[in-house]
């Protein structure tokens, strides 16, 4: 723990938090303590903290950046692939406690699972240390990417879809889980969008985030064909 604290640049007053923000539920399960003794909850937390404190960054340092602009560059910024990568920089998935069977899997490698550890490590610095830590974990490790990401284009599929849907004068997208396949370890996830009640587009992932933007991405896909006729 001294490690990882070293590499998150803060120091816990209560160590408990930042034990239980690296517990996944595969390990809680396992020990009887279910998805209450996870980081479940924390990630919860964590990720409205991280959206408020990137918008907030955005809002003051372009005060001329139009509201769809500051929506896909946030989008970009706390997207999973982002928040995988930075949990990378500091390493945390060698701390994560992972049951057997997400052990096995490359649990400490899988996306989803270290983006969403970020997030809850991101939480327990805020209840831990207040607003001034979690900005500067933030800072350091998310909004750092900050000028390479307005540099390139959004991956995040959901919100351009959205704006297009809501330009062409349709009903906002709605997401549906249709299945998953696959052990506990090493599930992938379907998932089909639907506006104005049909279903516009398919996609599946190793997440339920990644299942939805994939099927987001094959509507717009889908928009631009028939554009283009």
Not at 34 to 50: A, Q, Y
Not at 125 to 136: S, T
Not at 150 to 176: C, F, I, W
Request: glycine share 12%.
């Amino acid at each position: 723990m001294n490690e990882l604290e070293a590499r998150l640049g803060y120091t816990f007053s209560r160590r408990e938090l930042l034990e239980h923000a690296l517990t996944h539920s595969s390990w809680s399960n396992e020990r009887g303590s279910g998805r209450l003794g996870s980081n479940e909850r924390l990630e919860f937390l964590g990720d409205s903290v991280l959206g408020w404190l990137v918008a907030e960054t955005l809002y003051l340092r372009f005060p001329q950046m139009p509201e769809g602009d500051m929506t896909r560059l946030r989008a970009e910024l706390v997207c999973e692939s982002s928040l995988a990568e930075a949990s990378e920089t500091i390493g945390l998935g060698q701390y994560l406690r992972l049951g057997r069977g997400e052990e096995q899997g490359g649990g400490r490698q899988r996306p989803s699972i270290i983006a969403d550890a970020f997030e809850a490590t991101l939480a327990a610095v805020y209840i831990d240390g207040g607003e001034g830590p979690a900005r500067a974990m933030v800072e350091r490790f998310i909004l750092s990417k900050l000028k390479t990401a307005s540099r390139s284009g959004s991956n995040d599929h959901k919100t351009v879809l959205q704006e297009a849907v809501q330009h062409l004068g349709m009903a906002a997208p709605v997401y549906r889980m249709v299945g998953e396949s696959g052990p506990d370890h090493n599930k992938v996830f379907s998932a089909q969008v639907l506006y104005d009640g049909r279903v516009a587009g398919e996609g599946s992932g190793r997440s339920k985030k990644e299942a939805e933007q994939a099927a987001a991405k094959n509507a717009l896909d889908s928009l631009r064909a028939e554009g283009k006729k």
